[in-house]
């Protein structure tokens, strides 16, 4: 799994609405039209009338707003860019005006669901629109550049037709299996290489989408963000840094482990770097928020029952391109043999993506429909570049739904196909509500809608679907299964945290364009105990090689749905009826924890998520609780595996140039308390 997954590029308020096209509807009869040619509210609109036009507007112009984003997704090219842009600034124009026109019914009596659709109007974007439409005009050109810059970023070496060029899928790969050293190194390095382009347009960006802020009366971009989620900005930041502290130590003790392992494999020379933090490039992920890779590495018992559910996946799929090639008469062509692959590629990704929807029918959901086989971009194409990070879309609020992956026959994939049809299922609950209620409860329960399902993979399940081998009744089979989830589960906590972080520091001025690149090592020494084992100076905009950061799109809802799906999964056991330890339930096929999930998803935004969330677990808070509750017996044993060693992490080291550590670790630890939000949020 991929706990980051999803860009959701059209569906949660902070990336759908800001990064779309759109069309130029008709003027509704009985208004007039500013210079841009925006509709303003009719005199005797009251503030009823006016959401209900806004609402149809919005439904009119939507299928079209998605089409240009999908295109400039999966056709990266100038004239997609240019549909894209364009069409993201048409929508933001239009929506500027309806906020403006909202203004005129500040005061007046309205019905409660007209205020909250007001509020959130307010909120409806990432990229908060500047009033200077020429300002306007440069940020959507930019916010487009960037995400094509990003999905068409490549690592090239040789000249002429000796010259060969990697993607971020090719350099995934080496992170994921190769435990050489320095090919892990020059892959991570190698695309980190490709943001640095983006620094000088980054940070125009930022300047941008403040001042859009600003207009809209937000301090800047960051007190907006932390604007959506019915509490104030200060009061979101400070439940993140609560919940942290909740999970905090968990996270220590699997980083002290994880450190022993890798000392034990590469040496102590290589496995920690100066301040006892764990090297960038060997943790299995580009980014190093999912540890799930390193599972040879880390598996705490080999002869436990195996949970190689990659080697499963690949196993089907070569099946799957034997029998193609097969039935192919005569030699093929290199031609022939490469299309050959791609087909076999597709009909796995397809199985894997069935399987996936297998799980959602159990509970009762219908199943997906056929438009959705047709237009989903299942595998990366063969014949142009597109944006291959996992999203879901909506594309009409009518049941047109698709997902967007380059699915590769592994676990990481798998897991992330569960976690994207959880979008879609969320899609297609609430399409029922007014368009501008057609959005998560707040964004984290967006993500983790399909995490709580994955959370019900339990190895007993992943046999019944013959992904695994039959599985010991042991403890070792139970901390191997625990270590399994906690590799995705755990280790992605602090980096959910600290990109946001980051940007909040970045759009209220306290991280300053030259120190971009310090501060963002600082903040994942900081919260991740993790560092490069060579220099990053300013040259390097290493954030930029995170999707979501030139893709704009806010990262706090990762980490809040990281509690949330420990709280739903929790709720939807009960609902099921299970007696047993959390970590052994799975509610497949379970209808009654289905009804109650399909009934909290269609409720959308409609109303205060501390509501939706009381009707679905009984409690109106956000807690950390059921994740110590289902990781107790992982927690208990790595505090034994790391009893007389030297944990914690030394974050200072970060603001030096990072050096192989010696073979003690120093005895340091982490600041007890995470950095605090920032002083205007």
């Keep these: 799994m991929t706990p980051v997954r999803a860009l959701l590029a059209l569906s949660i308020t902070a990336a759908v609405l800001g990064l779309a096209g759109c069309k130029k509807e008709p003027t509704p009869a009985g208004t007039s039209t500013t210079a841009t040619g925006a509709a303003t509210a009719p005199e005797d609109e009251t503030a009823d009338q ?59 009596q309205m019905s409660p669901q007209t205020a909250r659709a ?67 190194l020059e892959a991570w390095q190698g695309w980190h290489t490709i943001a640095q382009p983006m620094r000088k347009d980054y940070t125009r960006f930022v300047e941008l989408v403040n001042e859009g802020a600003k207009d809209m009366g937000f301090a800047d971009a960051g007190e907006m963000w932390r604007s959506g989620y019915d509490m104030t900005p200060a009061e979101i930041a400070a439940e993140t840094d609560r919940l942290w502290g909740q999970v905090k130590p968990l996270y220590e003790q699997l980083h002290c482990y994880t450190g022993t392992r890798l ?30 890779n390193l599972w040879d590495v880390l598996a705490p018992y080999q002869n436990a029952g195996s949970l190689d559910i990659s080697g499963t996946l690949n196993a089907q799929y070569q099946k799957i391109y034997a029998e193609q090639l097969a039935n192919r008469a005569g030699a093929a062509t290199s031609g022939e043999l490469a299309q050959i692959e791609q087909d076999a590629q597709t009909a796995s990704a397809k199985a894997m993506t069935e399987r996936a929807q297998d799980f959602y029918t159990s509970l009762g959901m219908a199943k997906l429909p056929e438009s ?161 084992v060579s220099a990053r100076g300013e040259e390097f905009f290493d954030a930029g090689a995170k999707y979501h950061v030139p893709g704009n799109t806010p990262y706090t809802r990762y980490f809040l749905s990281h509690v949330l799906q420990f709280q739903f999964y929790k709720s939807l056991c009960d609902a099921a009826g299970y007696k047993g330890p959390l970590y052994e339930c799975s509610f497949y096929g379970n209808k009654a924890a289905g009804a109650k999930f399909q009934a909290m998803l269609s409720k959308g935004a409609s109303q205060p998520w501390q509501q939706t969330m009381k009707e679905l677990t009984g409690g109106e808070k956000m807690d950390a609780a059921a994740v110590l509750e289902y990781f107790a017996p992982l927690q208990t044993w790595l505090k034994q595996q790391n009893e007389g060693k030297t944990c914690g992490w030394n974050a200072s080291t970060a603001a030096a140039p990072a050096a192989p550590a010696p073979s003690k670790a120093p005895a340091a630890t982490t600041p007890a308390k995470p950095e605090a939000a920032p002083a205007k949020g």
Excluded at 378 to 400: Q, T
Excluded at 475 to 500: C, H, T, W, Y
Aim: charged share 25%.
């Design 118 to 184: 007001i509020r959130l109007l307010k909120l409806a974007t990432a990229m908060p629109p500047p009033n200077d439409p020429k300002k306007l005009e440069e940020l959507t050109q930019i916010a487009t550049k960037m995400e094509g810059m990003y999905g068409a970023g490549e690592v090239c070496s040789g000249d002429g037709e000796a010259k060969t060029c990697r993607q971020l899928g090719d350099l995934e790969d080496v992170l994921r299996s190769n435990r050489d050293y320095t090919a892990q």
């Design 372 to 532: 959705y086989w047709a237009k989903t971009q299942f595998i990366k194409p063969r014949d142009r570049d597109v944006v291959c990070h996992a999203s879901a879309w909506d594309m009409n609020m009518a049941g047109d739904v698709r997902t967007k992956m380059c699915i590769k026959p592994n676990e990481e994939d798998f897991t992330t196909i569960y976690h994207e049809l959880g979008h879609v299922y969320y899609y297609l609950a609430y399409n029922g509500q007014p368009p501008i209620f057609q959005q998560g409860a707040h964004d984290g329960f967006h993500e983790a809608i399909g995490d709580t399902i994955v959370l019900s993979m339990t190895p007993k399940y992943l046999q019944s679907i013959g992904l695994v081998g039959e599985q010991q009744v042991s403890n070792e089979a139970l901390i191997n299964a625990q270590m399994r989830m906690a590799l995705a589960k755990v280790s992605f906590l602090p980096f959910g945290l600290m990109i946001d972080r980051w940007r909040w520091g970045v759009f209220d001025g306290s991280i300053k364009p030259g120190d971009y690149n310090k501060a963002w090592w600082e903040l994942k020494a900081k919260y991740q105990g993790v560092a490069p």
């Design 263 to 292: 000392d034990a494999k590469y040496g102590a020379d290589k496995g920690h770097v100066a301040g006892n933090m764990l090297p960038a490039h060997l943790m299995g992920n580009m980014w190093q928020q999912d540890w799930g």
């Design 50 to 108: 006016f959401i209900a036009r806004v609402n149809d507007e919005y439904r009119k112009m939507y299928p079209e707003l998605t089409a240009a984003q999908w295109l400039s997704s999966t056709y990266i090219n100038d004239d997609s860019q240019l549909l894209s842009a364009k069409g993201n600034e048409r929508y933001l124009a239009q929506l500027k005006s309806w906020i403006e026109q909202s203004k005129r019914f500040e005061g007046q």
